[in-house]
């Protein structure tokens, strides 16, 4: 499989001096929307949703969803009076803030060397930013919005770069592909450290010495990369998804990674087969659901009650045609996925963390324990939502082949 590159984007391919440029950000957006909310309103209530954002784990709803339901409050606007005056700030106000940064010359020029390598590259930028702003801080760096298999922005995520999750989240929304990665900022808080937790390889840019957390894969200048990723054995940058971290990250954002990319689907599609051998996006959350609710719920209880408990597995194989899973609603049982995924989380993060070792028999697998177990249930989020993606991917081919558009 290629090799996946993730970008940090401020400070990263674009010189930000964040210090000058979120005041400046602020001051233009509240003398914007000054007709309608004072300063000593609008910054206060600005400031209290960003924070909601940063701190928000919610795979239910994106972080645009927790700034606005707190933001809208706070000023006592309704959102549908502003929307026009906010398209326009971002639109004709929001460029002017682009004097605030500088472009790296060697931005453009690295992004063009990995696409033309075959690589995948995504933007991994905080996203508390709508996309309108976050394409406009891309082009600042000379870069096109479109070169980009995701970039992430509040309208798409549902975790901010300080959790975990949110790398999850972004490797989920590319697929989960097996092959390496590479994550490359310059933020140890944001971009290396809950990186490296998910178990992903990184590249410190512009770090140095006393600055470095000590367990990246390279770090320089980002000049260095280019000759820095020809010189070195890319199956190195393998990750590994083992730890009780990763794990946590995984299994939180998959239903969020589900909500996304099904967000567009019709009821039609939602009970498309690409094959007669190849499950819907409904039978796959709905397996998920039920998998979740009978056997990983009963799994967790057990290992959390005694040590060396039994552990079955039963074969679920059989669930989609005799519980005829293509005729549920897809929508409806990914909530439901949802909420019994969120109890089983509360489960383990209520549990001591010596848990984690405590021993067990599985049906399948023998003598193992819990970080297994709970190691297979993210393997089996990560399986079925490359699943999706093939099945999603049948489905943008069959629109573009229909002159319908893509997804």
């Known amino acids: 499989m290629p090799l996946t590159l993730l970008f940090d984007l401020d400070d990263t391919l674009l010189d930000t001096n964040i210090e000058a440029f979120v005041p400046a950000y602020f001051q ?12 000593e309103v609008l910054l206060p209530a600005l400031l209290a949703a960003t924070r909601l954002m940063m701190d928000s784990e919610d795979p239910a709803r994106t972080l645009q969803e927790v700034f606005e339901e707190d933001f809208y409050r706070r000023i006592a606007i309704p959102k549908r009076d502003l929307i026009g005056v906010l398209d326009d700030f971002y639109d004709n106000v929001f460029p002017g803030i682009g004097a605030k940064t500088n472009r790296r010359p060697e931005a453009g020029p690295m992004i063009e060397w990995a696409l033309a390598k075959g690589y995948r590259v995504a933007i991994a930028t905080d996203p508390l930013f709508p996309r309108k702003a976050t394409h406009h801080r891309l082009r600042w760096a000379g870069l096109d919005p479109a070169q980009f298999e995701i ?4 309208e798409d995520f549902h975790f901010s770069k300080t959790h975990t999750a949110y790398y999850a989240e972004m490797l989920g929304q590319l697929g989960w592909h097996d092959g390496p990665v590479l994550m490359i900022g310059n933020d140890v808080e944001r971009d290396l450290i809950p990186a490296h937790r998910l178990g992903l ?5 512009d770090g140095d010495s006393a600055s470095s957390p000590g367990f990246e894969a390279g770090r320089g200048k980002l000049a260095d990369l280019r000759p820095w990723l020809e010189s070195i054995d890319l199956s190195t940058l393998e990750p590994s998804f083992k730890s009780p971290a990763a794990v946590l990250a995984i299994m939180q954002s998959t239903p969020a990674v589900l909500k996304k990319i099904s967000s567009s689907l019709t009821q039609e599609e939602w009970r498309c087969e690409p094959s007669r051998d190849d499950w819907a996006l409904n039978e796959i959350v709905c397996h998920l659901r039920d998998t979740e609710r009978e056997i990983h719920a009963l799994q967790l209880k057990l290992m959390l009650e005694r040590a060396d408990a ?10 989609a045609s005799e519980r005829d899973y293509l005729h549920e609603d897809g929508a409806v049982a990914l909530n439901e996925f949802l909420a019994a995924r969120l109890e089983n989380l509360a ?6 963390e010596a848990v984690w070792s405590r021993r067990a028999r599985h049906a399948i697998f023998g003598p193992t324990n819990f970080l ?11 399986l079925h939502i490359q699943q999706a993606w093939a099945t999603l991917n049948s489905l943008r081919s069959g629109r573009v082949e229909s002159g319908e558009g893509v997804l």
């Open 151 to 154: 970039v992430s922005t509040f």
């Open 201 to 205: 390889k990184t590249y410190f840019i």
């Open 310 to 319: 039994f552990i079955p597995r039963p074969d679920t194989g059989v669930w």
């Open 372 to 382: 297994e177990v709970a190691g297979f249930i993210a393997e089996h989020d990560r």
């Open 347 to 352: 489960l383990i993060k209520n549990a001591d």
């Open 28 to 39: 233009a957006l509240s003398g914007h929307l000054a007709p309608y909310a004072s300063a």
